[in-house]
């Protein structure tokens, strides 16, 4: 079965608020792809290989488009950035360095293929729709509006398919803390259960309520995934940014959804963000699924 011959679904947002719930009760009720297969919500692997190019490849593009003028670590990219650069949209928690990497270019679209290569041969094991533009954060220390942090989610309350999984990549040491943290599976439904799966009042809370914050912090685990492995996690997983201390973080994440898993969904998804983007192949997700790279990219 492919894109074209996929019986028409129902856009998610058609549904009435007491349906989205009920589905995301059903979402946290069942065990999902990723734990069927990987055996855990979490998951960390090797991938050095590419981990060193992705840092070598942001390295090159900061010097074209002109964002640094020397080479340095990427670790210390705060030393040298202007505070405009470093500063967060409040709102979408989003620093104008970043917006840079929105568009990279044919080498780096070259990596990235060449990873989307690594991982069907390597971890998936079947083919998969992947996100067409990796998602680039560059996180700095001491950043204006770096309260925006925490922001604890889960991409499908922003709109995602359940049946996604993430793929989130350091490009840096680990050194004081990468500022990213995750909840297993377990907590996190417990935490949605507490707001009866409504997604908007879960979102709301975690922007709003000190105390239920202080919660959250309490129950999530700094990520402390070393340079040169990826982690992947189950999509139901609570997450989220957070300031840094000392050094500055850059990251790669993008989404998987597996093609038996997407040939089964009954719903349409679209991002609740600024583009409302569709969750569909040739939208989010790159036209060709992973296996057109397996077969026509060399070794
Ligand atoms: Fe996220």
Known sequence: MNASTITPRVHLNTLSESDKKKLAKETYAKKSYFQDVFKHDHLELECQKFSLSFRNEIQRILIEKNLVQDQVPLENLHEILSDEMKAYNFDDGVNKISTYF???????????????KFLRENFIREPFWFQKTATIRIHCPDAKNSHHYPRYHTDISYGHPPEEFNIWLPLTQLLTGHGFKTMSVPLSKSILEKFDYDYPKFIGAAIHERLFLSTCDALATPVSTAFGKMLAFDSRCIHTGMPLSAHTRVSIDMRILPLSQYDRMHYEYQGLGRRKILFTPGHCYHEQHSDYFLNTIGK
């Open 102 to 116: 929105y568009e990279t270019d044919d080498s780096f679209m070259a990596v990235y293929h060449q990873y989307i």
